[in-house]
């Protein structure tokens, strides 16, 4: 491989198919999508926007499942092959660090989860619904099954913060995306730091939309990876259609020691939502990534995204192979 990338693990058996034949795209999809169904657990009307990690030899995931009576709550579930989940029925309880029900950020809604490793554990942030105004969540897990949670990182209003896997010049870092209380018609992606996980500052502006497939608004998706070209940051956009919104996604890369410098930027989308699963739904026309297991020996890259608010697909890349056409597609 061209592209080194590194603080990942081996992952011989993460999810893959080969390109098919013919293909001339750089991500292409899972032939038996969608991965998960809508109804894999009996509370859910659809399951969707999840995160999924290597976890102790498999894997292990937290889920965005509206339920029934139209509640969005996460779950965490398991699987051998990152194919086949075992999803949990019931939500995540989370805790405080001295062991009660966490009050103090006590939320009324959770969705959009990421989850990364971080020195000794796992993270999760998500869209925390605090007192109906979304704002970004944090906690994390050792085990998934004992989840806690800490403070919110920011003040409403806020959606899509993604971690960095490691701290950078001894800081966490965090994207998100400051938005309002409905379906924001603008956004930016921003960077912020802390020295705990706790008090973030130190705030960045990374970039803003610029092309048409995301002309409304961008967020980060997966969490980035680091590579030798600098950080692989997979992203969604938003065109604003005459029928509504359209969620695509694509990549930029960004510098390794000044994560809110872009040094390529993709023009062109790299999944549009095309297929019947990503164009009809609860909400048409929505591909959202949220996570994206990496290989490190192959560059192999399986993209978990949520398809038109209602399953989850799952799509392939080769980290060479993608780099590669961000640098040819940058403006
Ligand atoms: C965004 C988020 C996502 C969702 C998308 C499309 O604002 O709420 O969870 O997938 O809208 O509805």
Not at 120 to 136: L, S
Not at 291 to 314: E, F, K, M, S
Request: glycine share 6%; net charge negative; hydrophobic share 35%.
């Amino acid at each position: 491989m061209s592209v080194k990338i590194f603080g990942q693990q081996s992952l011989p058996n993460i999810p893959w198919q080969d390109k098919p034949e013919g293909c001339k795209d750089v991500v292409w999809r899972y032939t038996e999508n969608p991965v998960i169904p809508r109804d894999l657990i009996p509370s859910s009307n659809s399951i969707f926007n999840s995160a999924v990690v290597p976890f102790e030899g498999k894997f292990a995931g937290v889920f965005r499942c509206d339920d029934r009576s139209r509640n969005m709550v996460i779950h965490a579930g398991f699987s051998d092959d990152a194919i086949n989940w075992n999803i949990n029925h019931d939500p995540i309880k989370w805790i405080n660090e001295d062991g009660d029900i966490a009050e103090e950020n006590a939320f009324c809604y959770a969705y959009d989860p990421r989850v990364v490793f971080i020195e000794d554990r796992y993270y999760i942030t998500w869209c925390n619904g605090y007192k109906w105004r979304p704002t970004i969540g944090v906690g994390y897990t050792f085990d998934f099954k004992t989840f806690y949670q800490l403070e919110n990182a920011f003040l409403p209003f806020n959606r899509n913060g993604v971690l960095f896997p490691r701290k950078i010049n001894n800081k966490y870092v965090m994207l998100s995306r400051p938005s309002d209380s409905g379906h924001t018609p603008f956004g930016d992606i921003y960077l912020s730091q802390s020295p705990d996980m706790k008090y973030w500052g130190e705030h960045r502006h990374v970039m803003a939309p610029k092309m048409g497939w995301e002309a409304t608004k961008i967020g980060a998706g997966p969490i980035p990876i680091e590579t030798s070209e600098g950080w692989l940051m997979i992203y969604h956009g938003v065109l604003n259609s005459c029928n509504g919104f359209v969620y695509s996604f694509s990549a930029a890369i960004l510098d390794i020691d000044k994560p809110w410098k872009v040094k390529y930027r993709c023009k062109n989308y790299i999944l549009s939502p095309q297929k019947d699963y990503e164009c009809i739904g609860d909400v048409p026309n929505v591909a959202f990534p949220c996570a994206a297991l990496v290989d490190a020996d192959t560059g192999r890259l399986a993209i978990y995204y949520g398809c038109a608010d209602t399953v989850t697909g799952l799509a392939f890349a080769q980290i060479d192979e993608l780099v590669d056409y961000i640098k040819k597609n940058s403006d």
